[in-house]
């Protein structure tokens, strides 16, 4: 089951913030978000497991609300860097390979 | 380290042809993903591999696409007849073992198919 992504595009200036939501309509039991440049590949950025969050990059975090079944990622003061495309997955029903959401465009403008 | 390679980086091709896309995982990465990127589908999973082993298939779109992974540093994507629907960008990426979730994607290789 694809999670949902939204909203689909945020448009910032720099030092902005931003929120974007990943929701699923099955048990969700981590949430991995990704980053993807344009023209480039996908990188990881951190992975959130039951209950807990994890900072892992740069001055992007994220929440994961189990009982919702949805995740938030958080860009604070956001800088040109930040500008891509933003994918939240959750692992497959066997647990072994992930599925991604349609992603979130973030456009940062100075 | 140099990272997931994949070859060729752009291929244009006509329809009905054969086409192969390549791939080499990082060493020591014991899990190899094959995705396929459009602007409508998203980023979709095709096949996943585990030490050179096909788990899970259920994303290879029909007959036409076959992938193979004869050794733990070599796979291949294979799309005969190919038609103009698959033309997209194909990842491949691969993770440690007991890590699916942190994946290493390559550059991708855009197909277009004419």
């Known amino acids: 089951q694809q999670p949902v992504q939204s909203p689909q595009a945020v448009i910032l200036r720099e030092g902005e913030d931003a929120v974007i939501n990943c929701s699923s309509s099955?048990?969700?039991?981590?949430v991995h978000w990704y980053r993807q440049k344009h023209g480039e590949a996908p990188v990881f950025l951190m992975i959130?497991?039951?209950?807990?969050e994890q900072k892992g990059h740069e001055k992007i975090s994220a929440s994961f609300n189990e009982k919702k079944q949805q995740s938030s990622l958080y860009l604070t003061a956001s800088q040109l860097s930040y500008s891509g495309t933003y994918f939240c997955?959750?692992?497959?029903?066997?647990?072994?390979?992930?599925?991604f959401g349609k992603g979130t465009t973030l456009s940062v403008s100075s | 380290d140099a990272g997931v390679i994949q070859s060729p980086r752009h291929e244009v091709t006509e329809m009905g042809q054969e086409v192969t896309l390549r791939c080499k995982p990082i060493?020591?990465?014991?899990?190899l993903f094959w995705y396929r990127q459009t602007m409508m589908r998203g980023l979709e999973l095709l096949i996943y591999?585990?030490?050179?082993?096909?788990?899970?298939d259920s994303g290879m779109p029909e007959d036409r696409f076959s992938a193979k992974m004869p050794n733990a540093s070599f796979s291949t994507l294979k799309i005969q007849p190919s038609e103009p629907r698959d033309s997209a960008v194909y990842f491949c990426?691969?993770?440690?073992?007991?890590?699916?979730?942190?994946?290493?994607f390559g550059p991708g290789t855009r197909l277009t198919v004419t």
């Open positions: 990426a691969s993770s440690f073992p007991g890590r699916n979730y942190e994946q290493y």
């Open positions: 099955k048990a969700l039991y981590s």
């Open positions: 959130l497991l039951k209950g807990g």
């Open positions: 997955g959750s692992l497959n029903q066997a647990g072994t390979a992930l599925i």
């Open positions: 060493s020591g990465h014991n899990s």
């Open positions: 591999f585990n030490n050179n082993v096909p788990i899970d």
